[in-house]
Structure formats: C-alpha cells, structure tokens
C-alpha cells in the first residue's frame, strides 16, 4: 500500500454510483437515497478535504449523505456492489486499489444504526475487537481502549452487555470504537440521531478535541445546531449531487428561512421555555376515564433482578401528545414496551387504559409503537404493503394518503429494505397510523428526518390527538417537541430509595403545525 504526500484527508473527483440492485428493489438490501433517477445514488460528486478539518455533509432525507460515506469508508464497492465510476483517494491512497482490512486501518465508521457494526457482546469487548483483528499488542490495546472509552465517557458501562444498552447509550459507544485505531480519519452517519441534548453537546467537545489532535472528520448530519463553530466546512447534497460547498462559517450565516426552504433543520438549540407548571403525580388518584394511567409499576430483566423502572403513578390523557424526555439509558424505551404490552410488568403493577385495567397481551391489541430501530419492523415486500399491513380496515385510498403524506409515493412499490434510513422511518409512522390505535408511542420517530419531513410527521401525530388518541412520543429533538407536544414528561434514572422519578409539565400550547390535511376517517369507535 502506498501513499502519495497530499494535504487532503479525502479527495473526490467525478464521483457516480448506481446500486447494482437498483433495478430490482425488491431483491435489494441496500438504501439508493433517492438520487436524480431511481438507480443513482451518486452523480458527479467533487470533494476536496483538508486534514485536520471537520466536514458537515446534509441535505434532505434521501439525498445520497450515507452513500458518500460508504464510498469513503470502502463498503461500496467492496460490500455494496454497483456501477462505480470517478476516483476517490482517502489519506493520499487510492480507495478502489486498497482491500477493505487497508481501509479499515485509515478510518473508524460510525453507521446510522450502530446495531449493525458489531461483533462482541459486551462494550469492553467491542472497543478491542478492531485492534486484537489487527494483532496490537496487549498492552497498545488497553491503552488505546481506555483513551476511547474515556473521550466518549463510557468507562461506566465496560462491562455492559450490548443488547442491554439504549439507542443513546450504543450510539456513544460506536463513536468510542471508530476511533480506537490509529486512522485520525472519522466518518459519522448521524452520529447525533439518538442522543439527548447533553451528550449531544459531549459529542460535539469530542470533536472538537480530535479535530484540535489533528483528526479529520466527515459527519452525515440532519441536525445541525451542534457543530456551528466546529466544521470548517458544509457541503449539501441533493439527489446524489452536491449543490452547496461552503465554509462552515457561510453555512452558519445564511438566513434561517433559506435554510429551512431547502430542507434542512434549524440552528436553535433545545430550551424548555414552553413549561408552564409542574403537575401533581399521586399514586392514589383514580385512573384516567379516557388515557392511560400507571399506578406502582415496576419492571425488571428477569425473575427477582434489580428494577430498572419503578415508577408511582404516571397519567397520559388522551386527545394529548406527551412528550417523554430523559438522559440516555434512563429507561424510556424499557417502558415504552412496557406500557404496549411488549414486555410484562411485575406483580402488582397497574396499567389501566380508559379507566379500564389492562394486561400486557391485552394493551398489544390497542397500541401501536415505532421503535427506534425501525428496521425490526420491516415485514412486507413493498412500501405500499406494508402501510396495507398495519389494518384490515386500511383500503387502497387510506394507503396511498399516507404514502403522499409522508412523501412515499415514488417509493410505493419498492422494498422497504431498499429505502434509506428517513425513508425507513417514515414509513413505519405511516404503517403506525394506518393501525387505527387507541394508544401510539413513538421512539424517536423524527431521528433520521430532515426539515420537511419532521414538519409532516408533527402534522399527523397533532391529528391523531386531535381524533381522541393518546399520543406519547420519546424525543430528544427540539423542533419536534415545540411542534408536537401538550405535556412534557422527564424521566430520571432509577435509584434504590426513589425509584424513578418522572416529573411532568404541562406545556404552552403547540403553535405549529396544526393538524391538518386530509386524515383518514377513523375506523376505531369513539367512547
């Protein structure tokens, strides 16, 4: 392997990619990001990027962010195979003339679901993984394993099992991994998707570190507020092609409403103005007569083992959106699935819905949830099918008003394993919607979305509550709670002597969007 003596960390130069699955959709694994025709990811893509520098890469969901990242980092060609055409040059060497164990060694990866990039079982285990592949030896391994684990302040969870970790808490972990090895190049997918504002803000002085020690970095971002001072430069991207490459310090200064036109997020930051008092949790209150109410529940992993949710009382009224906030690892997911009926609370606990006492399979036949890893409920062979999947009752015309509302339509009849990521996860809303529940929870359901898609999401789960529903939606995302949100809900971690505490506001009216559109009639009875 050579290199040639470059100040680029990543040179490309006339950069197109068709997926060679793009012509049968339906037999293909991977996202095509919705590039100028059906087929291309990538069409004439000019990059140009200085070491030590950070580069921000966004544009609406679809615009080809992952693919370009993928070229970068080998998996196309080397994995994601298709009709690959131009150069690409990564730390001076040619991409497509190195194997994927060459590359490897001169980047860490970061995907936009981190499940998918590991090997191990346990934290400790998956941050040495890449460096005992790569025979370092034993004692450049815990070095280079306590560094990471440090940087991204996981040393607390070395010796957690993965499969028991949350979104945020994976996610974080991820970024440890990617820059165990000795790259200084770091390529991140969303990096920011799953995160609470606080460790949004570690990520950010992480980076800000490893740019400041000499790393480059690439990150794929709908979010954007975090890395204003931090990239140096911005390159937006739209059908495959790049239509904007500026400095970071012009991005930042462009007007918001331009910004907001093309697609892209805002720049404010998260703020909690709209609290307007803190409302009373009492464990002998009687139910709610319409909405869901939890009265002593606790959940724990296994017969006998330590609670992770004990919980005195918490009320979801129907006809309202709560919003249910907390640091990463606190448990919101846990009882998310708890409260649909997907995992069993203990003994005593108590889950009423309209004032009605409710055991777990019971709760499964009026829920609906969107879970964060939207690709574990992905079932049908097209888009269209699986919107139909969601209700008995959901006729073509239901079905193809959600796939426009959610911007579907082009993609009706393609796999849903070809979709990308935000594409992904619009259509499992859309499928959650079609389900006509009494009762929808939604985990982080505006992650991989840009502007204009959040906005239509917000827009539907305002009009399910508008129609009677209870709506919770667990978010991190500002734009989406100031659109969505009736009442606040912040859940705290569990502790011996308190349990968990959740603390709920009620919220100053949402001002934007109201519902609108066309909803579809509903099929459920209304008490």
């Known amino acids: 392997m050579t290199h040639s003596t470059t100040t680029s960390a990543l040179r490309v130069e006339d950069l197109s990619f068709t997926y060679e699955a793009a012509a049968h959709p339906a037999t293909g694994p991977e996202p095509q990001d919705g590039a100028s025709s059906p087929a ?33 980092n080998g998996l196309v060609p080397h994995l994601w195979g298709g009709d690959l055409s131009g150069r690409v040059e990564v730390q001076g060497a040619l991409a497509t003339a190195l194997s994927p164990a060459e590359l490897g060694r001169l980047s860490g990866s970061v995907f936009q679901n981190p499940r998918t990039q590991f090997f191990t079982t346990t ?94 970095v690439v990150v794929a971002e709908h979010r954007l507020h975090f890395l204003a001072g931090l990239a140096d430069r911005v390159v937006v991207m739209d059908g495959g092609r790049v239509t904007r490459d500026c400095t970071g310090a012009e991005f930042f200064a462009t007007p918001e409403d331009q910004r907001l036109a093309a697609g892209l997020r805002s720049l404010r930051r998260p703020g909690g103005t709209r609290r307007l008092r803190l409302l009373p949790a009492d464990p002998a209150a009687p139910p709610l007569d319409h909405g869901i109410s939890v009265r002593g529940l606790r959940f724990s ?49 108590r889950i009423t819905i309209d004032g009605k006492a409710m055991g777990a399979r019971a709760r499964t036949t009026c829920s609906a949830l969107v879970m964060q890893d939207v690709n574990r409920q992905l079932f ?101 709670i100031e659109a969505v949100a009736d009442r606040e809900c912040h859940l705290q971690s569990w502790t011996p002597e308190l349990g968990n505490r959740a603390r709920t506001w009620q919220l100053a009216p949402p001002t934007d969007p109201e519902p609108s559109g066309s909803p579809r009639p509903s099929h459920r009875t209304q008490g």
């Open 301 to 349: 992993y296994g017969r006998g083992g330590t609670p992770v949710l004990e919980l005195p009382a918490l009320d979801l009224p129907a006809g309202e959106v709560t919003v249910l906030t907390g640091d990463n690892g606190v448990g919101k997911s846990t009882l998310a699935r708890v409260l649909v009926g997907l995992a069993g609370a203990a003994r005593g606990s």
């Open 123 to 216: 934290v400790l285990q998956e941050l040495a993984f890449a460096s005992e592949n790569a025979g370092e030896p034993r004692p450049v391994i815990a070095e280079q394993v306590s560094r990471a684990a440090t940087l991204f302040g996981i040393t607390g969870l070395l010796g957690h099992r993965l499969d028991a970790l949350s979104g945020g808490q994976l996610q974080r972990v991820a970024c440890a991994v990617a820059t165990t090895g000795n790259g200084n190049l770091l390529l991140l997918d969303e990096p920011s998707s799953n995160l609470s504002p606080e460790a949004i803000d570690d990520v950010a002085r992480v980076l800000g570190d490893l740019k400041g020690a000499g790393w480059s």
């Open 380 to 480: 049908a062979a097209s888009a269209r099918q699986e919107v139909a999947l969601g209700s008995v009752e959901c006729g073509e015309a239901d079905v193809d008003e959600l796939l426009e509302s959610f911007g579907l339509s082009e993609m009706a009849d393609r796999h849903p394993m070809s979709l990308s990521g935000g594409q992904k996860q619009r259509l499992v809303v859309a499928a959650a919607v079609a389900s006509d529940a009494s009762f929808y929870v939604f985990d982080e359901p505006t992650s991989g979305v840009d502007h204009r898609h959040l906005r239509a999401i917000a827009a539907r789960l305002r009009t399910l509550a508008s129609q009677g529903s209870t709506v919770l939606v667990i978010s991190h995302d500002p734009e989406l």
């Open 40 to 72: 291309q990811a990538l069409s004439g893509v000019d990059l140009d990027l200085p070491r030590g520098s950070l580069t921000l890469v966004t544009g609406a969901s679809g615009c080809g962010k992952s693919t370009l990242l993928k070229t970068l």
